[in-house]
């Protein structure tokens, strides 16, 4: 499974990307990555979450993945309007694109 | 005022409703349209909870002046979450919570004092804060109506925290705060160069009401937006420096400030808004030299000629060209043509590569009175006063 995940903006404006191919991380991470895509309910999500009112300095996200034999999703997010169930992996591929 | 209250078009709810509302309806009726109200002009579109819309109803029966609420989002992106601590409330002993009381209160009187201004509406809006918002969420923001914090890497062990909680920095609250006073005022566009301009009114006056707590002139203020957000385990001041824009961090992980400060440095980007928080260096590095110029307290005079600037001249596709001329027009008018203060801000502009133009001056309005607006005309309406 490739992952593709970009955050821009926010108060710093400061843009931060991964990509990443599950394959490459230790079982448990990709597994960990896996069980937070399902908890998320990730590919139901439609392809735009974007808050409803003009506001100053949110972040901006984009994540897209790629399943082995299935088809990509990408969604496009802002912090306030995506689901809950988000959260945790959005702090996830935060850190994987930090290098942490 | 001997006539009856006048009621501004823009109003919702149709005036005579409320007018009739306010003089024969009962209590119970009274306190509906002074919620009607509150819903109208300040979240509009919106459906609200019905504790935050206990506060701001309360807020509204105040009148105006100080009126602070926190709310806590308990690690979650529900806004406004639980309200923590209310106007005249003692202090939490939830930092983040007593912070963001603490500055909405300082920025608050720092627009009061220097400039007269009341709150971000001018108008005794009450200022709404939610602390505790996400999870590892290295960020604050202004969603349209209120001021949302996280708590930087708070769920990471200490030794890989990148970030403190976003209340830390006084500037920060302020920076938000001020993206309400655009919202209100100039209404600058959150693109490109306006966008950029937004950004760098947000840093200004950002840095400004630190200076202003502190009593700083401009030669001992260090001119950094977010000191002390930084954990010791990111090699940087802050996260940027109107002083020196691109100087403030240069870090392994976060790499380097990217912040122009000159036009032949502007980077024209597709991410951020077109760069909103990138080219805001050179707005601000130019507010700085002007400031720098004059010496001094930096609200005073270059911090009067920029608030003039954005209260009654910028607008929503102002660019930096068009900043530079009316913040140099203001100049003249608050100062005289060809006062030390117009060419304060002519340096300031140069120093980052635009020049002023008069040659396209469109004709200068005399600053007129502050209108009242329609919230507050029915506020007193309902509340039994004339105005
Ligand atoms: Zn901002």
Redesign the pocket.
């Known amino acids: 499974m490739k992952i593709e995940f970009e955050r821009t903006g926010g ?1 710093m404006g400061l843009r931060i990307f991964a990509e990443i191919d599950t394959a490459d991380l230790p079982p448990e991470e990709a597994e960990a990555i896996d069980k937070l895509l399902a908890e998320a309910n990730f590919f139901a999500l439609p392809e735009e979450l974007t808050a409803s009112t003009p506001g ?2 949110y972040f901006h996200y984009r994540l897209t993945v790629i399943p082995e034999d299935g088809k990509a999703h990408t969604v496009r997010f802002t912090d306030s309007a995506a689901p809950l169930e988000m959260l945790p992996l959005v702090r996830r591929l935060t850190r994987l694109a930090r290098g942490q | 005022m001997h006539t009856g209250p006048h009621l501004p078009i823009q109003c919702i709810v149709p005036p005579h409703m409320l007018q009739n509302i306010a003089q024969n309806g009962t209590d119970e009726q009274r306190a509906w349209a002074l919620g009607t109200l509150t819903q109208s002009e300040q979240f509009r579109g919106q459906r609200l909870a019905t504790q935050q819309f206990a506060v701001m109803g309360l807020s509204m029966v105040t009148g105006g002046g100080l009126n602070r609420s926190v709310f806590n989002a308990r690690y979650t992106t529900e806004l406004p979450g639980s309200l923590a601590r209310g106007e005249g409330d003692p202090p939490t002993g939830d930092l983040a919570v007593d912070e963001a009381y603490d500055g909405a209160g300082t920025t608050y009187e720092f627009y009061r004092q220097a400039y007269g201004r009341d709150s971000i509406d001018g108008q005794g809006m009450a200022l709404l804060s939610t602390v505790h918002f996400g999870i590892g969420y290295d960020n604050a ?2 969603n349209g109506k209120q001021m949302v914090y996280g708590d930087g890497d708070e769920d990471l062990p200490e030794a890989m925290r990148l970030f403190n909680r976003f209340t830390a920095a006084v500037d920060i609250i302020a ?2 705060l001020t ?1 309400g006073m655009t919202q209100y005022e100039s209404r600058l566009n959150y693109f490109e160069q306006p966008g950029a301009l ?2 760098s009114l ?2 200004v006056f950002g840095v400004l009401t630190k200076q202003y707590l502190l009593r700083q002139t401009a030669d001992q203020a260090d001119w950094i937006i977010g000191a002390g957000l930084f954990t010791a385990n990111v090699s940087g001041v802050g996260i940027r420096s109107l002083k020196a824009p691109g100087t403030a961090y240069d870090d392994p992980v976060l790499g380097k400030d990217p912040q122009p400060a000159h036009m032949n440095q502007y980077k024209n980007v597709s991410y951020d808004n077109g760069g ?2 990138i080219n805001s260096g050179i707005p601000n590095h130019a507010f700085y030299v002007t400031a720098r110029e004059l010496g001094g307290f930096a609200w005073e005079k270059a911090g009067y000629i920029w608030y003039i600037t954005q209260r009654d001249k910028l607008s929503a596709k102002s660019d930096f060209q068009a900043a530079a001329n009316l913040t140099y027009q203001v100049a003249a008018s608050l100062y005289g043509s060809g006062s030390l203060e117009q060419q304060a801000v002519r340096t300031g502009w140069q120093e980052v590569g635009i020049t002023v133009s008069t040659d396209t001056e469109p004709p200068t309005t005399p600053p007129t009175e502050e209108p009242v607006g329609c919230r507050q005309t029915l506020i007193n309406l309902l509340m039994g006063r004339r105005s």
């Open positions: 108060f100053m300095d | 923001f202004w920076h938000e993206h937004n950004e947000s840093d909103v928080h």
